[in-house]
Nanobody, 124 residues
Framework: QVQLVESGGGLVQTGDSLKLTCEASGRTFAMAWLRQAPGKQRQFVSAINYVAQGFDYSDSVRGRFTLSRDNTKNTVYLQMNSLRPEDTGVYYC????????????????????WGRGTQVSVSS
């Protein structure tokens, strides 16, 4: 089974940028980032399909975050700009269960492989 490893998290100040990386051990299809703030449920952040022609972003990050992928490296990147304290949380990378190059979804249950997460903390 494919394994996912996230990296790139850290402690930054409001307005700063971070770039998260998710490396997969094999071929994946739709990929997504979700985050979980302390005491809250995990929420969708962004998703991308395999051919990188379909993108989805939550309203809270649209215009500030950019998702991309390099299929030659089995890697997905989340560029996060203009970070805010409310962006704080553990960011998880996930791989979709639907084996379709054009499929994309924001539904958490459609992702069946998960990384362990990387912490992002934004101070005010």
């Amino acid at each position: 089974q494919v394994q996912l490893v996230e990296s790139g998290g850290g402690l930054v100040q409001t307005g700063d940028s971070l770039k998260l990386t998710c490396e997969a051990s094999g071929r994946t299809f739709a990929m997504a980032w979700l985050r979980q703030a302390p005491g809250k449920q995990r929420q969708f952040v962004s998703a991308i399909n395999y051919v990188a022609q379909g993108f989805d972003y939550s309203d809270s990050v649209r215009g500030r975050f950019t998702l991309s992928r390099d299929n030659t490296k089995n890697t997905v990147y989340l560029q996060m700009n203009s970070l805010r304290p409310e962006d704080t949380g553990v960011y998880y990378c996930a791989a979709g269960r639907v084996r379709d190059d054009y499929y994309i979804t924001s539904c958490e249950r459609d992702y069946d492989i998960w990384g362990r997460g990387t912490q992002v903390s934004v101070s005010s």
